[in-house]
């Protein structure tokens, strides 16, 4: 966790009251923010009362949850500071080790030439006249002699044992006789029993011993056969010599030189390389370093240096190995989208590196940055491959709906009765789409921890609007747009002719959106992830409050099905209004010429109303069937069909303006006929349960519209109008007749009523024309 998204994170959760700064100091950086907790005399209790003196329990929960979010900030600042500077601080301690070994050939220089000063002056000495008898004098020089000769004695036999305990490599004895040395050396030095020619050769002796040794221990750590016990044993006694550091990277050297063995002995043909192989090459590699872990551990400890050194090595095999499986494996994978082998291959190495957590070592973070790159490639290769297959298959697809073939891979939370379907049905092409977009889930969900839940659903997102673009080209209209002629011109689909087949366009993409890809995406979404295994199943209402992301995505999806739907419904609106020879089957003449009549009209719905139920009432029994379970969407379409043509004539000025300002202006009768239509449309679209509000608002100003423009012409148009109720019955009567359900048999009439013109006769003919 960076700085910014610290920032970002205490924005949300810390309170007003806790945060009493400026907004320029909620910008400051990670280092500022935390020089408070820097100081020496820092204070915690003081800083807490200081904060919390006039805050209440909620607030004081969030104070709580910014300092947590500030410790996990400032680890993870100190984390990279740390990681940052590994290189740093393996080069200074050698450059440490190396001066202190400058030291001590110095040291012994100096000690070199003091002993021989030391010698000269005691050759030249002249002795001070003796002031006891000769005799006295003669015993003294006979006692130091003899016990020089026994120091001289214990020197020479304590070199030929050093001399057979390295010759027969007996590095214990060896070092315990160093020891031994050393200890008499410092003995003598203290008590001046020797002299400084042979002290001094005694230090040298030990420490042209000890180098020796020690070149022996490391060509021994060198040998590819020693392992185990015997490479910790000679590194250990490396480290007794004072040779520490060098005797760690030995230790790594070691190991370094059996990873790279059994690696060179795992090479296979081309043709093996896979799952398999990944997983023989990271259990080799992870497996040593783990031992090297090991090994370290207990010879060296936790010093930092060691520690430091042990993670430089270890990010290093790391990379090596991700480049060795980058070559061998996921860049063949990606390059042909092959995603559930790569998917695979990193699925195993983080499952084997997560494993070394344990020991502190977190080498996850080097195979993400590494493996990222080819696995964003694989998943773009993927996506495009599903696009260009469902684009093939949608230039053959008749736009039949069918069963969800046997074997079908649905999301493991999807089941048939979860969709509110006994038997989900789509097209060859929705069915193609959905397999391979539910295989392409399932692989990146190996993948959860390169986090690309994200970009995964943005590109399944893409690819559906490529699919309902598909579709839209599917509809006979969609190619007079010169706009989708310009998009679609390289994508040749299959034309949607009939009402059922353009439905079945819509039924596609409302059960992709509404309900088999949003429970195929459940499982990337990372406040999903967060349920493990081990965790209490989470209440339905806590599942839905926390998955924002996916009402989104989902809404997301829902938009592009509404491109669809308006497509469909511009496309029967077109239909339904324009003629084959250019003009509409409604305008204002059908109104305004009806005064000019003599004869009493027979009351009936207009022609292109009459059109449009028999049109929506043939979509309606369509919809029925092939929206099971989802009624709500045949609703919400045939709403916003009934709605395009409406707003079409509100929305037509030259209809309006023949109806109010002529050439012949609107009549009782044109108005009469005018609000019979608009009734009529009220009522069916209210028995379909699909009047929605705005439509009958526009209804409603049409005839207000309508009333206006009689009015103008000094009409009262009231006193022309029946009652509402008449309109309702021709309605009703309209819609029998046109269904088939009618029965005049037994109707008495009063021909005095405004349906007096409505015989039986007259209106099936209506119904027959």
Request: some cysteine; charged content about 25%.
């Amino acid at each position: 966790m960076d700085s910014s998204t610290f920032t970002s994170l205490s924005r949300g959760s810390f309170s007003s009251s806790v945060e009493d700064s400026s907004e320029s100091e909620v910008n400051l950086t990670l280092s500022d923010r935390i020089k408070v907790f820097k100081t020496s005399n820092f204070d915690p209790d003081a800083y807490v009362t200081s904060k919390c003196r006039t805050m209440n329990e909620k607030e004081i929960r969030h104070l709580c949850s910014y300092l947590v979010e500030l410790k996990k900030a400032s680890a993870e600042e100190m984390r990279k500071s740390v990681y940052a500077n590994y290189g740093a601080f393996i080069r200074t301690s050698r450059e440490i080790s190396d001066l202190e070994g400058q030291l001590l050939s110095m040291r012994n220089l100096l000690s070199t030439q003091a002993a021989l000063v030391h010698g000269l002056s005691e050759g030249v000495h002249i002795d001070s006249l003796s002031t006891g008898p000769e005799d006295s004098a003669g015993e003294d020089v006979l006692y130091e002699n003899k016990e020089l000769s026994n120091i001289e004695n214990w020197l020479v036999e304590f070199l030929d044992t050093l001399e057979v305990l390295l010759s027969e490599r007996r590095v214990d004895e060896a070092l315990a006789a160093l020891d031994e040395g050393e200890s008499m050396a410092k003995e003598a030095k203290e008590r001046q029993t020797l002299s400084q020619t042979i002290l001094l050769s005694l230090e040298t002796t030990i420490t042209e011993q000890r180098q020796k040794l020690a070149d022996q221990l490391a060509e021994t750590t060198c040998q590819p056969s020693t392992r185990g016990v015997e490479l910790r044993s000679a590194v250990l006694a490396l480290k007794k010599l004072g040779d520490g550091p060098r005797a760690h990277t030995l230790l790594l050297n070691s190991h370094k030189q059996k990873l790279q063995g059994n690696m060179q002995s795992l090479r296979p043909s081309n043709a093996s390389y896979g799952a398999a192989y990944t997983a023989s090459l990271s259990q080799i590699v992870f497996s040593t370093i783990a031992q090297a872990a090991s090994d370290s551990l207990a010879v060296f400890g936790e010093e930092p240096a060691y520690t430091s050194e042990l993670v430089t090595w270890a990010v290093k095999q790391t990379e090596a190995f991700a480049l060795i499986l980058k070559r061998h494996v996921l860049a063949s994978s990606a390059a042909v989208g092959g995603l559930r082998v790569a998917a695979e291959c990193v699925h195993i190495c983080l499952a084997h590196s997560s494993l070394l957590e344990a020991r502190g070592l977190s080498l996850s973070p080097v195979l993400l940055r590494l493996f990222r790159p080819l696995i964003e490639q694989a998943i773009n290769d993927n996506l495009k491959r599903i696009e260009q297959s469902c684009a093939a298959l949608a230039a053959a697809d008749d736009w039949v709906l069918t069963c969800l073939p046997a074997g079908t891979r649905l999301a493991s939370s999807t089941s048939l009765s979860s969709v509110n379907l006994s038997q989900p049905k789509l097209s060859s092409s929705a069915h193609r789409f959905n397999s391979m977009v539910q295989e392409f889930l399932e692989d990146v969900c190996l993948l959860e921890s390169l986090q690309l839940d994200v970009s995964t659903l943005e590109g399944v997102l893409q690819v559906f609007n490529s699919y309902v673009n598909l579709l839209i080209n599917a509809l006979p209209s969609s190619m007079d747009n010169e706009e989708d002629t310009e998009v679609y011109a390289n994508k040749i689909v299959r034309m949607a002719e009939t009402e059922a087949q353009q439905i079945a366009l819509l039924a596609n993409a409302s059960l992709l959106a509404d309900e088999l890809l949003p429970r195929a995406a459940m499982k990337l979404l990372p406040l999903q992830q967060t349920n493990r295994m081990d965790e209490p199943p989470r209440r339905g209402s806590d599942r839905q409050s926390r998955l924002p992301e996916q009402r989104e995505w989902k809404r997301r999806l829902q938009r592009s099905v509404d491109r669809l739907r308006d497509s469909f419904c511009r496309h029967h609106a077109l239909e339904l209004i324009f003629l084959d020879d250019g003009d509409t089957s409604i305008n204002a003449q059908m109104y305004t010429y009806m005064d000019d009549n003599t004869d009493e009209p027979e009351w009936f719905p207009s022609p292109i109303f009459q059109v449009l139920f028999a049109k929506l009432t043939r979509m309606a029994s369509i919809a029925t069937d092939m929206f099971v379970g989802r009624e709500r969407f045949a609703t919400v379409l045939l709403m916003r069909l009934t709605e395009t043509v409406i707003l079409w004539l509100s929305e037509d000025q030259s209809f309006w303006e023949d109806i109010e300002e002529g050439p012949k202006p609107l009549g009782p009768l044109g108005l009469q006929q005018l609000y019979l239509d608009m009734e009529f449309v009220i009522l069916f679209s209210s028995q379909g349960r699909y009047l929605s509000r705005n439509l009958h608002q526009v209804i409603k100003n049409i005839i207000g519209r309508a009333i206006d423009s009689v009015a103008a012409t000094g009409m009262d148009p009231y006193s022309v109008l029946p009652e509402d109720d008449w309109f309702a019955e021709v309605a009703q009567i309209a819609i029998k007749v046109l269904t088939g359900k009618a029965n005049f048999g037994n109707v008495d009439r009063d021909v005095t009523s405004p349906t007096a013109s409505i015989s039986a006769t007259s209106v099936f003919s209506h119904g027959s024309n």
